[in-house]
């Protein structure tokens, strides 16, 4: 197999030289700003499939493990609740003598309004 350019003979050279050119020319062309900020819906479309295709099996993986550890996260949730009781008493213990009173003063006037 031949790997430099030197190894071919003049004919090989010729040709060489013309796929090696062709392909530069189709690099830049597609490594355009235009291109590579809007290439399309064909092109996105490509992109998208490339990716889940190659990134398929790491998503069941995860989908399967996802669906075989249903454990949620209970010392969460319940720190989430006892915190919330725990500062909701905290309010109502400190703020019961002015709740009661804006109350009473928002039911005695509307009872006036008869």
């Known amino acids: 197999m031949k790997f430099r350019r030197s190894q071919y003979n003049p004919e090989e050279q010729i040709e060489y030289d013309r796929l090696i050119g062709s392909m530069k020319n189709h690099i830049r ?34 989908a399967k493990t996802q669906l075989v550890n249903e454990r949620g996260d209970v010392p969460g949730w319940v720190l989430v ?5 725990g500062l909701v008493t905290a309010i109502w213990t400190l703020a019961a003598p002015r709740i009661q009173s804006i109350l009473r003063t928002s039911l005695d006037s509307m009872n006036n309004i008869r």
């Open 81 to 85: 609740v006892l915190m919330t009781t």
């Open 29 to 62: 062309e597609q490594l355009t700003w235009k291109k590579l900020i809007n290439p399309g819906w064909k092109q996105w479309a490509l992109r998208v499939a490339c990716f889940v295709i190659i990134n398929a099996r790491h998503f069941m993986h995860r």
